[in-house]
């Protein structure tokens, strides 16, 4: 499965995917492009459009058609590679820009110093991760904030709940690519129903946040959280859900939902690591 999806408020709705014949070795290159060439014209050019995606989708090919789009990437790199930063002779090993727990970094460069491409590196290790986020993108250093991908993770929970948790597509067993391509629209037209009757019914709540402290008391504590991850103690997925079946039970017409945009995620400033000086004797 190969899909983008547009996250919101704590969940992510499909538009666009590919779904492929599973154990069967295949390259994804024309897929991703494709997907974004069919999805570009349903963007309006006015939107700032940031694409983000996980470890091994860090191609250059991609970072550049994303750009050629008009779209931002926002792609995150294993620390194992080397980066060169603007001013510097040498690559430096991108673990040396966020060394530890607490730290991090930011700055234009050059990256694959295999098939080199200019770009911004954003380096953050907060505590609570096991690695930090070493992520590639077009945008000045100052105009973006690494914490920004937290809002990747939304895309787990809208597989989530495609399967076990809302539509049981697990249950179909559906072993044909292009029959379970076809079921996909149905779940993505029903999740943009839900997610937008819920997410309206989120924006629209009069009851204050207190109301729900004994509830949030009983879940397990977190060790690290976000804003752009924020605890929901309902997801707008189960409330549009449940403004759905009441509407039917009591006879009344059905609710369609709108979408409320959040602020953008911010995050506490860490300590910034300053790079060694480079040994310039001969």
């Known amino acids: 499965m190969l899909a983008l999806s547009v996250v919101y408020r704590g969940c992510a709705i499909p538009v666009a995917w590919t779904i492929l014949p599973a154990g069967e070795k295949h390259a994804w290159r024309r897929e991703w492009l494709r997907m974004l060439r069919l999805l570009h014209p349903a963007v309006p050019p006015t939107w700032t459009v940031l694409v983000l995606a996980d470890r091994g989708l860090d191609a250059r090919w991609l970072f550049r058609r994303i750009v050629r789009l008009g779209w931002h990437p926002f792609l995150r790199i294993n620390q194992g590679g080397t980066f060169r930063p603007t001013g510097k002779a040498r690559f430096v090993a991108l673990r040396t820009f966020a060394p530890q727990t607490g730290t ?22 907060e505590e609570g991760h096991q ?12 105009a973006c904030d690494p914490c920004w991908y937290g809002l990747r993770m939304w895309i787990e929970l809208g597989f989530k709940l495609t399967k076990r948790g809302g539509w049981q597509w697990q249950a179909t067993r559906m072993s044909d690519p292009e029959r379970a391509a076809r079921l996909w629209v149905v779940i993505a037209v029903a999740t943009l129903w839900l997610v937008s009757v819920g997410g309206e019914a989120e924006a629209d709540a009069k009851t204050p946040e207190s109301a729900f402290a004994p509830l949030a008391a009983a879940l397990p504590a977190q060790t690290h959280q976000r804003r752009a991850t924020r605890l929901r103690t309902v997801a707008i997925f189960r409330q549009g859900l449940i403004r759905l079946v009441l509407a039917m039970l009591d006879h009344e017409p059905l609710p369609f939902g709108r979408f409320v945009p959040e602020p953008w995620p911010t995050a506490s400033p860490l300590t910034i690591t300053t790079l060694p000086q480079e040994d310039t004797s001969q």
Request: charged share 10%; glycine share 8%; net charge negative.
């Open 131 to 142: 690695d930090p986020w070493l992520i590639l993108t077009d945008l000045a250093p100052e």
């Open 104 to 125: 991090s970094w930011g700055g234009t460069g050059t990256a694959f110093s295999t098939c080199p491409l200019a770009c911004t590196l954003l380096a953050r290790w």
